[in-house]
C-alpha cells in the first residue's frame, strides 16, 4: 500500500545530516535517486491534458509509486503531486490562514539550532537538539497520500524516521498510552501566532500503539530535499491514515503521558475534529461531506478510501471500535 | 430619455445626466464588472491561480457576488444622501452583475467541482446546511433578476416591485451565512463581509422617511 525504499538503496541516509548542516552542498539529483520517480512513470495524457485544459498544473509527470496492493484501479492516480503544489497549497496557520501565506510568511523561519524536549513519562526526561535525536537514525523514502479534512489530497514523497524509532531513543515508561506533540510558539517568528487563529501553541497526540506503527513518520524531508519551513521544518508528524491536522509541524516538544491528551482541533471544534481523525469516506464532517476528495492536479475528484487507502496496515488497531462515535 | 421617476426613491432625474452617465459612469461600472472576470481567465490560463484552482475560481466568484450585491445595495442609500437620481438605473445594472457572477459561481459548483454529479449535488444541497443556504440565496436572486426590467416593474406596480426587491436583503442575508458557515475556522473575512451589509441595512432604516415604506 506504501512504498517504501531502504535507506541502505538511496543516498538520502547518508545525505540527512549533510542536508541539514550544508544544504548548498548537494544537488537534489544527489540526494534521491531518479529511479524513484522514474518508476512506472505515467505521463498525464495528452487528451486529457488538452480537456483539462489550464485547470490541470502544467509539467506533473506522472507517477504510481505507492506499490501493487490489491484494493483496485485507485493505484493509477496515484501520481506524485507537483513540488510546487505541494509546497504553495499549505494549512499553516501559525503563518497565516490562507494556503498561499505560509509559502511567502516562512520565508525567513530560522529552524537552527532546534531543541526538541522529551517530557513526561519517560525514563529521562531531556531536552535535545535535532541533530543528536535524529543521529545515525537512517532516513527513509516514504511515498504517502496525504488527505486534508478539507476533502482536498496530494501524493508526497517524504524523507524520515519511523516515529516508532524516535520513540525508542526518548525511552518511555511502560505506563505511557499516548505521546503528545506541541509546536513551536514564538509570535515573533511565527506571524500568525500574533493573532488568535488557534489557542496556541498547536498540539496533536496519537495513542502509542498508533504512534508505533511502521507508517506513522517523523519527515525531516519532501521531495528529497530538506523540508520546507511551510510544510514544517525541521520535523513534522506524518500519519498517512488520519486526516491532515494530525501532521503536526515545527515540532518542539513530546510528551509521553498515560491520559488522553487535548488536541488542538479537537478541542475548539470537538464535533467537527476527533481524536481520532482516521481518514473515513462514511463520516462527512458536519459541514461537507468526505465521501470524494480533489486530488491536487487533478481534474475530476476521486473517492476517499477508508483509512486513505492504509486499512491492511492499520484497521486493525481500532478493531471493535464505533468509528462514527470515534471519528 | 425621458425623465423616469423610481419606484422606490420617487428621485427624478433629468435628461443632462445621460451623456455624463453614458460617458462615464457606465464604462466604469462595466470595467468593475468585466476585470475581475478577466483577472481570472488570464490566472486561469496563465497556470496563476494556485494548485487548486477550481477552490479559487468558486472563492473569487462568491466574493464578487457579494461585492457587487452590496455595491448595488448602497445605491438607495447615496442617492438619499446626494440626491443624484441618475444613480438609480446603476442600481440595475450592480444588481444584474451581482446575479451574474452568483450564477458563474453556481456554474463552477455544479459543473466544474461536481462534474454535474446529480446526486453528488443534491445530497450535498440536502445534507450540508451551507450549501442549502447558498442554493437559497441564489433562489432568491432569480426573481430580482427577472422582474429587474421596466416592463416588469409597471407590470407589478411600483410598491409591490419595490416589496419584491426587498428579497434582495435576504439573498444578501444567506450569502453571508454561506460564506461563514464555509469557512473552518478564521471568520476574519466573511465577517467583515457581514459588517458592510449590517451598516447597509441600517443606512435604509435610518433613510426611511417616517409614514414612507421604502
Known sequence: MFYSRPAARSPTSIARAMLIRRPDDLKSSEITPQSLYVDRRQFVGAAGALALGALVAPGVLGASPLGTAASGSRRQDDKITSEEDATSYNNYYEFGTDKEEPKELAKNFKTKPWNIEIAGMVKAPRTMSF??????????????????????SMVIPWQGT???????RCEPLPGAKFVEFTTLFDP????????????WPYKEALRMDEAMNPLALLATGMYGKPLPNQNGAPVRLVVP?????????GIVKIRFTDQMPKTTWNDIASAEYGFYANVNPAVDHPRWSQAKERRIGQFLKIPTLPFNGYAEQVASMYAGMDLRKNY | ??????????????????????RWVRPALWALVILPLVSMVVRLVLSQLGANPIEDLEHETGRWTLRLLASSLAVTPLITFTRWGWLIAQRRFLGLAAFSYAALHLSIYIGVDNFFNVSDIVEDVLKHLYITVGMLGFVLMVPLAITSTKGWIKQLGGKR???????AYLAATAGCVHFLWAVKKDKTEPLLYVAVFVMLFALRVVGRKPGRHT
Open chain 1, 131 to 152: 541533530d543528536d535525536l535524529f543521529r545515525a537514525l537512517p532516513v527513509q523514502d516514504k511515498i504517502f497520500r496525504h488527505r486534508c479534512v478539507e476533502a482536498w
Open chain 1, 162 to 168: 519511523p516515529l516508532k524509532d524516535i520513540i525508542a
Open chain 1, 188 to 199: 515573533r517568528r511565527m506571524p500568525g501566532q500574533a493573532r488568535p487563529a488557534l489557542p
Open chain 1, 241 to 249: 491514515w488520519k486526516y491532515g491536522f494530525k501532521g503536526i509541524k
Open chain 2, 1 to 22: 430619455m425621458a425623465p423616469a421617476a423610481s419606484p422606490a426613491t420617487g428621485v427624478t432625474w433629468r435628461d443632462r445626466s445621460a451623456p455624463f452617465v453614458k
Open chain 2, 161 to 167: 416591485w419595490t416589496q419584491l426587491h426587498r428579497l
